[in-house]
């Protein structure tokens, strides 16, 4: 059974970083597609990055050159360092793995 597992959210102010992190149980990241998708009140789940099997990464315009995704093979994790972050980026994170699974979401929320 596969799970994820997110960690990493909470508050930050506006222009600060975050380093989101998605773990794994029942499946080597190495070996699949995995994205960050985030959903605001409101509005519905925009794919944010992603990670190919060989490393390709993909990001949505709205966060490039601010959002960097990569792995960590030896931890079967993948993050989501969030630099200069701003409001428009409070949403909900959800980790995926090969368009499958889902983690259970965290919350990052962009405040003064």
């Known amino acids: 059974q596969v799970q994820l597992v997110e960690s990493g959210g909470g508050l930050v102010q506006p222009g600060g970083s975050l380093r989101l992190s998605c773990a794994s149980s029942?499946?080597?990241?190495?070996?699949?597609?995995v994205s960050w998708y985030r959903q605001a009140p409101g509005k519905e789940r925009e794919l944010v990055a992603t990670?190919?099997?060989?490393?390709?990464?993909t990001y949505v315009d709205s966060v490039k050159g601010r959002f960097t995704i990569y792995r960590d093979n030896a931890w079967n994790a993948v993050y989501l360092q969030m630099n200069s972050l701003n409001p428009e980026d409070t949403a909900v994170y959800y980790c995926?793995?090969?368009?499958?699974?889902w983690g259970q979401g965290i919350q990052v929320t962009v405040s003064s």
């Open positions: 029942g499946r080597i990241f190495s070996e699949y597609l």
């Open positions: 990670i190919s099997r060989g490393g390709t990464t």
């Open positions: 995926n793995s090969d368009n499958k699974f």
